[in-house]
């Protein structure tokens, strides 16, 4: 699925609904530690860490009751290998995934 083209300038304008998480996957490295330059097939699949950009509220419940997302901004995810609504600003790709399909929050110790 093609990138969606935004008409805004700016990611801070998108503000997900319901139980939507917006991230920033890792941009893949395109040189080594030692300064050899990969090639764009060992770098064109995505990274499976992001960072979280912005939540939704979450999603109501049977009840009524708010069931909040359990991500917050800032925070680093696990995502799977593919998948998400791409959102492209400017050069920058963003996407959009519901917070049960986020695998996992990475804690840093």
């Given at each position: ?82 998948g998400g609504s791409s959102i492209k600003?400017?050069?920058?790709e963003y996407f959009l995934f519901k ?11």
């Amino acid at each position: 699925m093609a990138a969606v083209r935004a008409t805004f300038k700016s990611i801070k304008a998108v503000a997900p609904l319901f139980d939507r998480v917006l991230v920033q996957r890792f941009k893949a490295e395109t040189k080594t530690a030692t300064g050899i330059f990969l090639p764009t097939s060992a770098t064109e699949s995505p990274l499976p860490e992001a960072t979280v950009i912005a939540v939704g509220p979450g999603v109501r419940d049977k009840s009524g009751n708010t069931v909040p997302v359990s991500v917050k901004a800032g925070d680093r995810v696990l995502l799977p290998g593919w998948g998400g609504s791409s959102i492209k600003v400017g050069e920058e790709e963003y996407f959009l995934f519901k917070d049960t399909e986020i695998l996992a929050k990475i804690n840093d110790e």
